[in-house]
């Protein structure tokens, strides 16, 4: 179990540009979530996969954003046409059914800076 | 939609002393979890505690344990014997059906030596 891996850990982009980042989970949860966490604030839920599935999609993701999950193993997050308000650092968290213990895992993030 | 509060922006206390950090919740589930994440400056979330709404019984991890009242929404963490490395943003989330866990908005523990 080496946790929940994310890559980037950091990304410079120009206002404009399409940037791509990829969570790999814990290989034996079939969940996996993405947030979105402002500096001093509390991470804010983006989208929900169960296995290959996106099952839930928060207002906050606009048409710009877009998420996948190939084959219900590693998850991709795409930002089309970046903007500045897109600055922020991008959770990637995955866990198995709660009701089999423990909780969600988070990976170390990707820290996003729009200039 | 569930919402999570931290009434508390910033605590300190003193190393070896006991401090309790407050989060109140609303849902309108009866089965749900509630959990404590630490996020050490830079650094990943990590679970430091969980507890399932249908049991009455409060949670503990070593030197870090719940006061869950149901009734009242509420979920505060204690942590007793306080150490430097407890020095972190402690976050209150809850989650009511596996699909999205809503946090509070944080609460910065500072630790003196």
């Known amino acids: 179990d080496t946790g929940v891996s994310q890559d980037p850990r950091h990304k410079i982009t120009k206002r404009g540009q399409n940037v791509t980042f990829r969570c790999d989970p814990i290989?034996?949860?079939?969940?996996l979530y993405w947030y979105r966490q402002t500096l001093g604030q509390g991470p804010e839920f983006l989208t929900y996969?169960?296995?290959?599935?996106?099952?839930?999609k928060s207002r906050l993701l606009s048409d710009r954003f877009s998420a996948e999950r190939p084959k219900g193993s590693f998850s991709t997050l795409e930002i089309q046409r970046t903007e500045q308000g897109d600055s922020a650092m991008y959770l990637c968290?995955?866990?198995?059914?709660?009701?089999?213990?423990?909780?969600?895992?988070f990976g170390s993030g990707t820290r996003l800076t729009v200039v | 939609a569930q919402t999570v509060t931290q009434s508390q922006p910033e605590m300190s206390v003193q190393e070896a002393e006991t401090v309790t950090l407050s989060c109140t919740y609303d849902?309108?589930?009866?089965?749900?979890?509630l959990f404590w994440y630490k996020q050490p400056p830079s650094r990943q979330m990590i679970l430091v505690i969980r507890?399932?709404?249908?049991?009455?019984q409060n949670a503990t991890e070593n030197r870090f344990s719940v006061n869950f009242q149901k009734a009242a929404k509420s979920f505060s963490l204690k942590i007793s014997d306080s150490q430097l490395g407890d020095a972190a943003m402690y976050f209150c989330?809850?989650?009511?059906?596996?699909?999205?866990?809503?946090f509070g908005g944080g609460t910065r523990l500072m630790v003196k030596p």
């Open positions: 968290a995955s866990s198995k059914d709660l009701g089999q213990g423990g909780g969600y895992t």
């Open positions: 290989s034996e949860h079939n969940r």
């Open positions: 996969f169960q296995n290959e599935a996106q099952l839930e």
């Open positions: 849902t309108s589930e009866s089965d749900y979890y």
């Open positions: 507890q399932e709404a249908y049991k009455q």
């Open positions: 989330a809850s989650d009511n059906a596996g699909n999205m866990l809503t």
